[in-house]
């Protein structure tokens, strides 16, 4: 989704910062897009893990960027989850506490700069807890509700917010998986919903409409009934 993402921004004339673990392994990519849409597209090595090492991150970036996109996941497996509190907290940190970081920290140098739009990626998980993805869940609600807050504290700061919830993306993280192809997203279906949100400044955008009903239903259903449900 970060690589579709970065395409459909760099095809709209933006120069790219890519930043990952391990940033010489997207040499390739980084060429791509630069060749393709004749863009500045640099390279950087982030880890959302190391909270100690965010503000050297930013620091070395050769600007500071107009549009901040945050695309990060993991997932596991709900049944480790359950039992390996290491576990689950990775889970945690990699969906909360690492995104709403690195955010909170660019939140801060654009609203000093007076402008910028920030937008965190997260998931139709997070909208009601469930049974067989709590723990994921919880993370993307909690990283939902930051995004929410801070939107709110920033609305008259010349920053906007954008929440996003894919739903169903043909990733490696879906692979293996029997999705229902009409609630089944293509990465770039992502990068063209992210970069139009930003455009026409949106607030909260599911990528495929269908799921705003969907979550709606769920988010609907009486606590007596959900709880005897299998979701």
Not at 63 to 88: F, H
Not at 183 to 200: N, Y
Request: aromatic fraction near 6%; avoid cysteine; charged fraction near 20%.
């Amino acid at each position: 989704m970060g690589l579709a993402i970065a395409h459909a921004f760099a095809a709209a004339g933006h120069p790219i910062q890519l930043a990952a673990r391990g940033s010489a392994g997207l040499e390739t990519a980084r060429t791509d897009l630069a060749l393709r849409h004749g863009v500045e597209v640099t390279l950087h090595d982030f880890d959302v893990l190391d909270r100690d090492g965010f503000d050297g991150f930013l620091g070395g970036l050769p600007n500071l960027p107009e549009v901040a996109v945050s695309v990060v996941g993991y997932m596991g497996e709900q049944a480790e989850n359950e039992q390996d509190l290491a576990q689950a907290a990775l889970v945690m940190r990699t969906n909360y506490e690492g995104p709403a970081g690195i955010l909170a920290l660019l939140a801060n140098r654009f609203e000093a700069r007076g402008s910028g739009t920030l937008v965190g990626v997260s998931s139709v998980a997070g909208d009601r807890g469930r049974a067989t993805n709590y723990v994921y869940g919880s993370a993307k609600a909690g990283f939902i509700a930051f995004l929410s807050g801070l939107r709110n504290r920033l609305a008259k700061k010349g920053v906007h917010v954008v929440t996003v919830l894919p739903g169903f993306v043909n990733t490696a993280m879906t692979e293996g998986l029997d999705l229902p192809e009409k609630l089944t997203a293509e990465p770039s279906e992502v990068g063209a919903a992210v970069l139009k949100a930003v455009q026409k400044g949106r607030n909260v955008i599911y990528v495929r409409r269908i799921w705003w009903l969907v979550m709606a239903i769920i988010r609907n259903i009486p606590e007596a009934v959900f709880k005897k449900l299998k979701l």
